[in-house]
C-alpha cells in the first residue's frame, strides 16, 4: 500500500509525452498504463515515443489513447521499446530532441529508465523549456531517492525460482553451485535473492570476501552436518568472467563448484504484484506532479509514501547496500 500525496492540479502541461530508456524492466508496462490513464483523466494529450531517446531525437510518437494500453500491465518488457542512444550526450542533439517536442506543442516528458536515462532527462530539463519527471525503470533498485524501483521485485522472484530448481539438483548430487545475479555495481538483487533463497553465501561488490573465508564457512556447514551441497549467491560486479574466476579459487583450495549465470532472464517476464502496483501509482503519480508543476524531479516511493527527489540528486547520489540488512544475510548462512 502506498500514501500518494494529494497535490492540486494547477498546472496542467499541454501534452505530454513519455519514454522508455535504457535497460528494460518488468513493469515498464504498467507505468506507461499509469500515465496514459491519468493524463487523459485530466483531459491532456499524451504521446508514446518509440525506442527511447533515439525515437524522441527523429521524433518518433504518435498519440496514445485509453485503448492504447489496453492489456498491457501483465506484459514484460515495454511496449514502447527502449534502445542506448550515445547521440543524446550531446547537447545539441538534446537541443534537438526539444525541438521535436515543441513542436508537436509538447511541453512535458515522462522518462522511465534507470540511472543514465535519468541523467539524459535531467539534462533536457535544464538545458531547454521542457518539464521533465523521471520514474525508476530498473531492476537494480540501485537508485537514490526511492527505496524500490520498477522491476526490482520480479527480478528478486525471478532469480528466487531459478535458484528453487537448482536448489533441487544442488542437493540430489551433494554439489555446490555459484549463482550469478545481475548487479554491476550494487549488491541489492544478491543480497536479497541470497537471504530469500537461504544461500550459504552471498558475495556483492560492495563487500570483499576472501576465497578463504567462503571454505571455511563451507567446511564450517560441513561439520555442523549441514551437507556438502550450497549456493552461493554471487552480483556479476564490474569485471565479466567475475564468478567463474570464484570457482578457479575455490578448485585451488579443493572446493569444486559449478557456475549458473541467470543473466537476461532476470529482465524478462511478466510484472509481479508488488511491481504492477508500483509502477501503475508512480506512473499516475509523474502525472499528478506534472500537473502541480513540478519539474526535474524523480517520483519514488519512500517509507511507503510516494514523494520527489531532485533529479540533481539522484544523479550524484549513491544509493547505498543497507548494512543491517547485509548482516542479517551473514547472520543467517551461519
Ligand atoms: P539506464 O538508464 O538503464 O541506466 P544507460 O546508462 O545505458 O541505461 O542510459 C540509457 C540512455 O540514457 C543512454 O543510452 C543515453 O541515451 C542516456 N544517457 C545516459 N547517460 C547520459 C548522460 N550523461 N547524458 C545524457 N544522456 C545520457
Redesign the pocket.
Known amino acids: 500500500m502506498y500514501e500518494i500525496p494529494s497535490l492540486t492540479a494547477d498546472h496542467k502541461p499541454e501534452a505530454i509525452a513519455v519514454l522508455t ?3 528494460d524492466s518488468p513493469g515498464m508496462n504498467p507505468a506507461i498504463r499509469g500515465v496514459v490513464r491519468a493524463a487523459l483523466h485530466q483531459g491532456i494529450k499524451v504521446f508514446g515515443i518509440n525506442k ?2 533515439s525515437g524522441l531525437i527523429i521524433g518518433d510518437l504518435e498519440e496514445m489513447t485509453s485503448g492504447s494500453v489496453t492489456n498491457i500491465v501483465q506484459r514484460g518488457g515495454t511496449i514502447l521499446k527502449s ?4 547521440a ?2 550531446d547537447s545539441a542533439v ?1 537541443h534537438q530532441a526539444a525541438e521535436v517536442l515543441k513542436e508537436k506543442g509538447i511541453d512535458s516528458l515522462i522518462v522511465i ?8 532527462a535531467h ?1 533536457l530539463s535544464v538545458e531547454n523549456d521542457i518539464r521533465v519527471i523521471g520514474l525508476p525503470g ?1 531492476i537494480d533498485n540501485d537508485i537514490y531517492g526511492t527505496d524500490d524501483t520498477i522491476g526490482f521485485d520480479t527480478a528478486v522472484n525471478t532469480a528466487l525460482d531459478a535458484i528453487d530448481k537448482i536448489r533441487d539438483t544442488a542437493l540430489s548430487h551433494e554439489s555446490l553451485f555459484l549463482v550469478e545475479v545481475m548487479g554491476r555495481n550494487s549488491g541489492f538483487i544478491a543480497t536479497h535473492v541470497g537471504i530469500a533463497c537461504g544461500a550459504e553465501m552471498i558475495v556483492v561488490p560492495e563487500y570483499e570476501v576472501q576465497v578463504e573465508s567462503i571454505c571455511f564457512q563451507l567446511a564450517n556447514n560441513r561439520i555442523q552436518g549441514k551437507g556438502s551441497s550450497g549456493i552461493i549467491v554471487v552480483a556479476e560486479g564490474q569485471t565479466p568472467g567475475l564468478t567463474y574466476n570464484l570457482a578457479n579459487q575455490l578448485k585451488t583450495h579443493n572446493q569444486n563448484a559449478k557456475v549458473c549465470i541467470l543473466g537476461h532472464i532476470q529482465r524478462g517476464g511478466s510484472p509481479t504484484g508488488h511491481d504492477r502496483m508500483l509502477a501503475s501509482c508512480l506512473g499516475a503519480s509523474a502525472v499528478d506532479y506534472l500537473c502541480a508543476g513540478y519539474n526535474d524531479v524523480m517520483i519514488g516511493v519512500r517509507s511507503g509514501t510516494i514523494c520527489e527527489t531532485p533529479l540533481q540528486q539522484v544523479i550524484e547520489k549513491n544509493k547505498q547496500l543497507d548494512e543491517m540488512l547485509f548482516q542479517r544475510a551473514l547472520l543467517l548462512h551461519k
Open positions: 530508456s535504457g535497460g527511447g531517446y534502445d542506448r542512444c550515445e543524446f550526450k538534446r529508465g534507470g540511472d543514465g536515462s535519468l541523467t539524459g539534462l530498473t
